[in-house]
């Protein structure tokens, strides 16, 4: 490099004015004739400033969906900020956002539609794609598509989706079921649909909340990671660090994270145990009396009975905005003491006691977090009820410097009725079951208290595997590779590999689209494409646009908007109208009230009627007045007010308007479930494999974490965990992803790091540079070692994000053939969190590990 570097400078100074600049200056010290020598070397200034432009649009490098602002210089991204407007996080923002710039220049994009010349599908078959024009490409998939509708089967086409915009609908939603399928899938729990559980069941928020982090005075987190993981990154790392100034931070994490690096203390708790210590608090808190009485309610004779072992009449109590407390104390939290907590965790009873106490000093700015880690593994509905439970018994709910939902505001995410543009088959089609069995008596998914409301999507190629409800014979995929992102990626190859016909819209070929049969190349989601957003945090609510603001570079198009426009024109050459008619009979724009006249207009037109009633009406009462479309993809992004304390109380969206220990809303929907399939909820929680029978299950409660493999074999706990550089598996083609990968703790650059405790690491003579295998009773990766203190021993830590076989030069050894380090996926066995239909990837699988 050096060489590289000294050759360019002697021919800058051979061959230009700076030589004669820098032969005049001899010895002296003066580098002002230098600089003059190489300033006339470059272009003018006025053509170098004031040239550029930022434009709004928004990050989906993860959930955080924080908006941003791309400075745009002839028509190319030259760099990044957070959106200056913004009032969640201004122009805060993270590292994933500079990937970005990598990724929509990447040689290794889907340049043209692709066709399959290989008939032949599996991991070991290439598919030999070969250019095609856009209209060959549809003319194939309209074809299959009216060829199962013809069949009587428009209930075997799937609809499936990653990432999304609030420009979905169309397609997701009408389209496929004008076409006559049930069967929309989503990713949403692979994502963090076990995190919902706990607010929806005792406040009714289904949903993600914000912590008023500048004005808390104790923060008690389970496995979260603001800084580098959690949602609204930007805001949270903006902010993190002046909140230890005024709030006492506990973070409970296996895993020396980036957070709790900077916490007042870190609690390395075994794997899927956060609920025991979570009980213990509660606990404690009611038998010292530091429950926060105003929003809790107390005794009626003002004296605590709160007392270890013992029951408590249930008339003794007055609840406030709360139900059921006494209920949870008798059905369980009576036992829960801190020397319980302390025999199954090992954190000492002392350390329970004062978190308890600190925070019932703290009340009510106090603020509990979960995570992925803590509640996505086989009973974490339950912890997820344990640990959002704090936040009401401390009356962080609602509270200055609690937590509390997101703001209300108004968008059109709800388009128009398509059912009157459903004919016979497609009304006989969309009433067949779905193919990911929600609803079904092993799988509740109780979205919103609606058995069967949730996707289960991990279970769908098991669904098509074994033909259960039925096959899958076409698929239109986009902005997903669930052969990578789900456990058990093997079980998406062996599916996709028996479909007759598949379609993916993406940037990039990824193991996904290996399968696929057509190829259609998708516009860059932050740079090329019409979309819109929202996300909250620091009080507000905000609503981001996307939209085109670079030279597109090739072929390719929107998926949300062009592709399903073009396939539903094609869909009418042949006959079929109905999706064409929709689009141009109820898809108006909401000022002209005409529709699109062609592809290119309709992503504009989706997002101007999904935010029309943030700038059609000056006057909104959910935020600041817009006056314009044009004001609002000028300035990229519509503030909320900020959010009005103690709203709730009194009037949640639960069945008591309290916000329930006893969870009679979770309680109404396993009541309905059981009824669905005539059997008794204890039967429920059986085929579910959750411990709790009778009235305990509508409570939060102690679950013993389910483990996956023979302990003696598999004698480690394997912690995934999120990268600050992954965007959700979708970086890895990016030098920059492995050239700083060390802002991860303990990973090195270049390398695919596992982090396992030197004590762990002594016993099996493993040091620092190994090469490993870590594998599980469902399979095996390769990566290096790194001994590491902050990685609870028995267990070891691995960043999810690598390990892709296909995705390219950069993220593959050798693409197709050999993946670059390990996907955790592939050693995380296939397990549900059945009540919510969340994909388990943590704390329930066993690993071994050993030298390669």
């Not at 309610?297 to 709160?306: A, L, R």
């Not at 190629?461 to 997903?480: E, R, T």
């Not at 008591?656 to 809303?665: A, D, L, M, P, V």
Request: proline share 5%; charged share 25%; aromatic share 10%.
């Amino acid at each position: 490099m050096s060489d590289k570097i000294d050759t360019g400078r002697r021919t800058l100074l051979k061959t230009s004015a700076a030589a004669a600049a820098l032969s005049s200056v001899g010895c002296s010290s003066s580098m002002e004739p230098v600089i003059k020598g190489i300033e006339s070397e470059l272009p003018a200034k006025d053509a170098l400033t004031g040239t550029g432009k930022w434009v709004g649009t928004t990050c989906q490098g993860c959930t955080s969906w924080c908006a941003k602002q791309v400075y745009v210089m002839d028509g190319r991204a030259i760099k990044l900020r957070g959106n200056v407007n913004s009032k969640v996080h201004g122009e805060a923002s993270c590292p994933r956002q500079h990937l970005s710039l990598q990724q929509v220049y990447d040689p290794d994009r889907v340049r043209t539609p692709l066709i399959r010349t290989n008939p032949k599908k599996g991991r070991e078959h290439d598919p030999m794609f070969k250019p095609i024009s856009w209209d060959e490409a549809l003319d194939l998939l309209a074809d299959k598509i009216l060829a199962l509708r013809a069949a009587d089967e428009a209930h075997k086409y799937a609809l499936i989706r990653g990432r999304y915009s609030h420009i979905n609908e169309f397609m997701y939603k009408h389209m496929t079921q004008m076409i006559g399928s049930p069967n929309n899938i989503s990713h949403s729990s692979i994502c963090a649909e076990a995190h919902k559980m706990g607010p929806y069941y005792q406040d009714g928020n289904w949903g993600y909340n914000q912590y008023d982090l500048e004005n808390t005075k104790f923060v008690l987190s389970f496995g979260a990671d603001p800084i580098a993981s959690n949602r609204q990154v930007s805001y949270y790392s903006k902010t993190w660090g002046d909140a230890l100034d005024h709030a006492k931070v506990v973070v409970v994490d296996p895993r020396l994270s980036v957070s709790a690096s900077k916490a007042h203390k870190w609690i390395p708790i075994e794997p899927a145990q956060d609920s025991v210590l979570a009980l213990a608090i509660a606990h404690v808190a009611l038998v010292e009396g530091i429950w926060h009485k105003p929003f809790v309610g107390d005794f009626k004779t003002g004296k605590n009975q709160f007392i270890a072992g013992q029951d408590v009449a249930s008339d003794a109590f007055a609840d406030k905005h709360t139900y059921g407390l006494v209920d949870w104390w008798n059905l369980t939290l009576k036992d829960c003491t801190p020397e319980w907590a302390e025999s199954i965790s090992q954190v000492p009873a002392a350390t329970i006691v004062k978190i308890a106490k600190d925070m019932g000093q703290a009340a009510p700015a106090v603020q509990v977090w979960t995570s992925r880690g803590a509640v996505m593994h086989t009973r974490g509905t339950y912890t997820s009820l344990a640990c959002h439970a704090l936040n009401g018994l401390f009356g962080g709910i609602d509270s200055k410097g609690g937590v509390f939902p997101g703001n209300k505001i108004k968008l059109n995410k709800k388009f128009p009725d398509s059912k009157p543009y459903l004919d016979a088959i497609a009304k006989k089609g969309v009433k067949y079951p779905k193919i990911d069995q929600r609803g079904t008596l092993a799988f509740p998914a109780l979205k919103k208290g609606k058995p069967g409301g949730g996707v289960v999507t991990a279970n769908t190629p098991n669904g098509m595997l074994s033909a259960d409800p039925y096959d899958i014979k076409v698929i239109l995929a986009y902005f997903n590779n669930f052969n990578f992102s789900s456990p058990e990626g093997q079980r998406w190859n062996d599916a996709l590999s028996q479909v007759e016909f598949m379609a993916h819209v993406t940037t990039n070929i990824s193991e996904f689209t290996w399968f696929a049969d057509i190829v259609l190349p998708a516009n860059h989601h932050m740079f090329e494409k019409w979309g819109v957003l929202d996300s909250i945090g620091n009080g507000v609510h905000q609503v981001s646009v996307q939209q085109p603001s670079i030279n597109r570079l090739w072929d390719t198009k929107d998926d949300e908007s062009e592709v399903p426009y073009l396939l539903a024109k094609k869909l009418a050459e042949k006959g079929f109208d109905k999706p064409w008619r929709y689009i141009n009979e109820q898809l108006l724009d909401p000022e002209t009230k005409q529709a699109a006249k062609n592809e290119t207009e309709l992503g504009e037109l989706l997002v101007r009627y999904v935010t029309s009633p943030l700038w059609l009406d000056t006057s909104n009462k959910y935020g600041e007045p817009m006056n314009s479309w044009q004001q609002f993809t000028e300035e990229g992004v519509w503030n909320s007010h900020r959010y009005q304390l103690e709203s709730r109380w009194g009037k949640f969206k639960t069945e008591t308007h309290q916000f329930e220990f006893y969870s009679k809303t979770l309680e109404k929907a396993l009541t309905k479930h059981a009824k669905n399939h005539h059997v008794s909820i204890d039967e429920v929680m059986e085929v579910c494999d959750y411990q709790a029978r009778g009235k305990l299950a509508f409570v939060p409660h102690y679950e013993e974490p389910y483990r996956f493999g023979d302990k003696d074999k598999y004698p480690m706990l394997l912690v995934d965990h999120k990268s600050r550089l992954s965007k959700e598996g979708r970086s890895a083609n990016t030098p920059w992803f492995y050239e700083f990968k060390d802002v991860d703790p303990g990973d090195l650059v270049q390398e695919d790091s596992a982090k396992i405790n030197p004590v762990d690491a002594a016993k099996l003579g493993i040091k620092t540079g190994d090469k490993i295998a870590i594998s599980s009773p469902v399979g095996e990766i390769t990566c290096t070692a790194v001994l590491w203190e902050g990685v609870r021993p028995g267990t070891v830590a691995k960043c999810f994000g690598q390990g892709h076989w296909a995705y390219g030069r950069t993220a593959s050894s050798q693409f197709g053939v050999e993946a670059r380090g390990g996907n955790n996926n592939d050693i995380i066995a296939d397990r549900y969190d059945r009540l919510s239909g969340a994909s388990a990837f943590y704390g329930h699988i066993r690993i071994q590990i050993a030298k390669v």
